[in-house]
């Protein structure tokens, strides 16, 4: 079974700090991703990587970044945490660009004072 | 701009009964249209697609309709159970991206 974990169930951080999401998969998959969970808004993509060291930003980027440094590994990165990023972080991947079964992690609940 | 809107917050029904998703899309590039279940404190899980060269895919209990036209995409549960309880999304891509498009999602109640 193909297992995508998201480090952090819960995590409650201060407005103005550094965060660090970090999601493993070990599968071998080329494509990852992070989304944001928002009642009423659904799941909104924040950005997304086809291969190592590459990203591309999905349709929320603003106050995000992310790294891929490793093939199974794809942080998203919170540079200066404010308010209105608390929500669901769900990260998720996939074997390759016309597979569309997504793996998703079981998210990380993120509450920023 | 929401590409795909699931109108619906909610739906109740009863066990046994039909439990019927709709899902409307905007653009007409979307070729590839999936559904996705999620249960509280879990991660979405992938139920069904549908291509659109498709108007009909079944599996087991759950039937994805398309209606390309009308751009509407429909989930059918048939018979529905209290496990069915859940949030569904509806999803769509186009091309090679890979990258997924969701709607707000609909929380879906079956009673016993």
């Known amino acids: 079974d193909v297992k995508v974990t998201q480090s952090s169930r819960y995590l409650v951080k201060r407005t103005g700090e550094k965060v660090f999401l970090e999601c493993v998969q070990d599968m071998d998959h080329e494509n990852m991703f992070w989304y944001r969970q928002d009642p009423g808004l659904g799941l909104r993509l924040i950005y997304f990587?086809?291969?190592?060291?590459?990203?591309e930003k999905g349709d929320i980027p603003e106050g995000y970044s992310v790294s891929r440094e490793k093939k199974e590994r794809f942080s998203l990165i919170l540079e200066s945490a404010s308010t209105n990023q608390t929500s669901m972080y769900l990260c998720?991947?996939?074997?390759?660009?016309?597979?569309?079964?997504?793996?998703f992690g079981s998210g990380t609940r993120l509450t920023v004072v | 701009d929401q590409q795909v809107k699931q109108n619906s917050p909610s739906l109740s029904v009863q066990e046994g009964r039909i439990s019927i998703l709709n899902c409307d899309y905007t653009n007409s590039m979307f070729d590839y249209f999936l559904w996705y279940k999620k249960y509280p404190a879990e991660g979405p899980t992938f139920l069904i697609s549908?291509?659109?060269?498709?108007d009909k895919n079944e599996d087991g209990r759950f039937t994805v309709f398309l209606n390309k036209s009308a751009k509407h995409l429909s989930l059918h549960i048939v018979p529905s159970q209290p496990g069915d309880s859940a949030v569904y999304f509806c999803?769509?891509?186009?091309?090679?991206?890979?990258?997924?498009?969701f709607g707000q999602g609909t929380t879906l109640q079956v009673k016993p």
């Open positions: 549908i291509s659109s060269i498709k």
């Open positions: 998720a991947s996939s074997p390759h660009t016309k597979n569309y079964g997504y793996t």
């Open positions: 990587s086809y291969d190592v060291k590459m990203k």
């Open positions: 999803a769509a891509s186009s091309g090679n991206t890979g990258k997924l498009i």
